[in-house]
């Protein structure tokens, strides 16, 4: 989500996003709809806000009309990182992790430092049973934001299913250090200390 729509936009235009950003920063994604739904209204080639509805929209779980702004931005500016990182979430989350992973691919090549872009690979790649290769996107992911919480926390789930839970214990401490309010690597950490007997 990007917060400064581009000055030559229509002065209203760039109201309404502004505040729809607020809004949605501020977590108030039902209240910021109307303001997005507004400024598109008004301009409907405003690639900000095709993106940032988007992700507002599958904030709210409404993953086809995610995917839909979405791919408007890729196709306004197919050169928009950060809108093929957006559109590639909504399409796994319609369960297409094919098509997600090819757009995410194709977000990681106009930004190749994206931790998050990398998560998103690495889950994809798991709904395509490619295990190895999302464990190298996970480490990836980490050589760019080595306290990205859920990435180590996935990590501790790989290395569970693995069986190498020496290892998985230590994803899961990490991902707790990162975020110690993160309850799916606590709950994951007390299970593999139980299979490890500790």
């Known amino acids: 989500m990007t917060g400064s729509p581009p000055e030559d936009l229509p002065r209203e235009t760039i109201a309404l996003l502004e505040r729809a950003f607020a809004l949605q920063s501020a977590g108030k994604l039902i209240e910021a709809e109307p303001y997005y739904r507004a400024a598109l209204a008004h301009d409907g080639t405003s690639i900000d806000a095709h993106r940032n509805y988007g992700a507002l929209l599958h904030g709210l779980g409404r993953f086809k009309d995610a995917a839909y702004h979405a791919r408007c931005a890729v196709d306004l500016n197919p050169d928009d990182a950060e809108a093929h990182l957006n559109l590639a979430l909504a399409l796994r989350k319609l ?12 977000s990681l090549a106009l930004r190749p430092s994206s931790a998050a872009a990398e998560l998103t690979q690495a889950n994809a790649l798991q709904d395509l049973n490619q295990v190895e290769a999302a464990e190298a996107a996970l480490h990836r992911a980490l050589a760019h934001q080595p306290d990205f919480a859920i990435a180590l926390n996935n990590l501790g789930n790989a290395h569970v299913r693995r069986g190498v839970v020496d290892d998985a214990v230590a994803y899961y401490r990490r991902a707790i250090a990162a975020e110690p309010g993160y309850a799916e690597a606590h709950y994951g950490l007390a299970l593999a200390l139980l299979q490890s007997g500790a």
């Open 95 to 106: 369960g297409r992790p094919g098509e997600a992973l090819d757009v995410v691919r194709r």
